[in-house]
């Protein structure tokens, strides 16, 4: 388990006796695609490091309505900015996409091991301000740009640089809810691209035809900045910008 924390670069500068501490009251859970990790509401006295997988972040209505809040990938952390707060509960609810596997950290047996390093604090603090700032973007996304445009940025920066041909990471139905974006809707910007001869797509594969065009639509959505994947699970990675109206 120590080797496995420590592909997670918040534990990474930690000393090999305070990963010992930690793995004390670490529990390294197994889930399968569809299966439940927390549900929100639900007390918060974990965070978690996933190892392999995909978990899924997200909120649910009053209705019944699914707002995907983020896709966490191995070697990032997630839900530690609750075990400052008193009687925390979990603001969404984390479920495995596919197979995966998380390394749950007792939130307080954290804590105290905090007061024994200055450096892992400021580590923590910096994440922490990073994601502030990627909420703040979320927001002005979701304020100013199109639908179409916040696709044609996923898109552009989800393809890889030396090939026109890739595999969607998730279903279409989670990009949509990631993006923001009604589902009706995003078929009709993706069958819209198809019609202008900017891509075409075959269940969950999409070729590019023409490069420029898709990043003239997505205009300023591709430009490098903090997304809100930067406010939920560390470490910050370049991430494909997502917004719309």
């Excluded at 695609?33 to 997988?53: K, M, W």
């Excluded at 596919?98 to 954290?110: K, M």
């Excluded at 898709?214 to 205009?219: C, P, R």
């Excluded at 809100?228 to 560390?234: D, E, K, P, T, V």
Aim: hydrophobic residues 40%; charged residues 20%.
């Amino acid at each position: 388990m120590k080797a496995l924390l420590k592909q997670g670069p918040l534990f990474a500068t930690l000393s090999d006796e305070q990963l010992d501490h930690i793995t004390r009251h670490a529990r390294q859970i197994r889930l399968e695609a569809g299966e439940s990790l927390f549900e929100q509401g639900e007390p918060a006295g974990r965070f978690y490091l996933v190892t392999s997988g995909q978990i899924k972040l997200f909120r649910l209505s009053l209705s019944g309505n699914e707002k995907v809040v983020e896709i966490v990938t191995p070697g990032c952390t997630f839900a530690e900015a609750l075990m400052f707060l008193q009687h925390p509960t979990y603001p969404v609810s984390a479920q495995a996409l596919t197979a995966a596997e998380v390394i749950s950290v007792d939130a307080n047996d954290f804590t105290a091991m905090l007061h024994e390093s200055t450096e892992t604090c400021f580590l923590l603090l910096g994440d922490l301000s990073q994601r502030i700032r990627g909420l703040l973007r979320e927001i002005d996304e979701l304020s100013l740009y199109s639908a179409t445009c916040r696709v044609a940025g996923y898109l552009a920066e989800a393809s890889p640089p030396d090939c026109d041909e890739f595999e969607l990471p998730v279903t279409k139905q989670i990009l949509a809810s990631r993006l923001s974006i009604k589902p009706e809707t995003f078929s009709r910007i993706i069958k819209n691209l198809s019609e202008r001869g900017v891509m075409t797509f075959k269940n969950s594969w999409v070729t590019i035809h023409d490069r420029q065009r898709l990043h003239e639509m997505a205009n300023i959505c591709v430009q490098p900045q903090e997304t809100l994947q930067a406010s939920f699970f560390y470490p910050r990675t370049t991430s494909h910008k997502l917004s719309d109206t």
